[in-house]
């Protein structure tokens, strides 16, 4: 478990960002000192959801999110990237499978079961690799709608200045975007231990400027949250 003085930095949108630090805390069992400084903010688009399809597939919350706001999945199968969106894939009303985290781990599931019907991918607007493009590889047609999109943020003036006067500071990190995102900050990386959650999201920071950088073991919120506490 990180030492108490330890500042546990959360740049994930507000209400992911807000859902992992329960997490966090409840699994140290301990008060954190955890701030949230999003780098990304969520803006859902108002484009209808139509239901010419039979068979979701999902990469994010969000993408559940945006569904949500205009459909409901009737019973459908959804094909989410992790637990988390899968969770929430069944409160949308699907019948959801998880591929246990990451779109390798995803695709490959969707290559595995073949689902015979029409696919189609809710996304958001950003993506470091294309379900569709993956797929038509194995002959799997699948559709695609961008139903939100993300929009860079900084730092404020008060992050920056906890960040400037902070000894210790542990940064999970969970996509290659945000990953950018946080090397663009004018910030002093040497007190920082980023954990990334793929070698994918790695590529997008720049090692050097970090006193350490580590890809955790799984691609999954239960091995970032046991990376960050264990300080590994």
């Known amino acids: 478990m990180p030492a108490k003085h330890a500042l546990i930095l959360l740049t994930r949108p507000l209400e992911g960002s807000k859902r992992f630090a329960e997490a966090l805390t409840k ?6 000192n955890v701030a949230i400084a999003p780098l990304m903010a969520i803006e859902y688009l108002n484009d209808p959801i139509g239901n010419d399809f039979d068979v ?37 009303g ?8 990451g779109a390798v781990a995803l695709i490959a599931l969707i290559q595995k079961h073949r689902p015979p019907g029409r696919i189609r991918h809710f996304r958001g607007q950003q993506i470091h ?6 797929l038509s590889d194995f002959e799997i047609p699948v559709t695609e709608q961008i ?15 906890l960040l400037a006067n902070a000894a210790d500071i542990k940064v999970p990190l969970f996509s290659r975007e945000s990953a950018q995102q946080f090397d663009r900050q004018e910030i002093v990386g040497t007190t920082c231990d980023i954990f990334c959650i793929s070698q994918a999201t790695l590529s997008g920071l720049s090692p050097e400027k970090y006193r350490k ?5 799984d691609p999954t919120q239960n091995s970032m949250i046991k990376a960050v506490l264990a300080g590994n």
């Open 27 to 32: 699994a140290s069992g301990a008060d954190l």
């Open 213 to 217: 950088t580590t890809v955790i073991p």
């Open 129 to 134: 690799q294309s379900i569709v493009g993956s």
């Open 94 to 101: 699907f019948a959801a499978v998880s591929a246990k985290g």
């Open 56 to 92: 979701a597939v999902f990469t994010s919350t969000h993408g559940v999110s945006g569904f949500a706001r205009g459909a409901r999945g009737a019973g459908r199968t959804a094909f989410c990237v992790g637990d988390r969106t899968a969770e929430c894939a069944e409160n949308a």
């Open 147 to 161: 139903i939100y999109r993300q929009i860079q943020q900084n730092f404020d003036e008060s992050t920056l200045y």
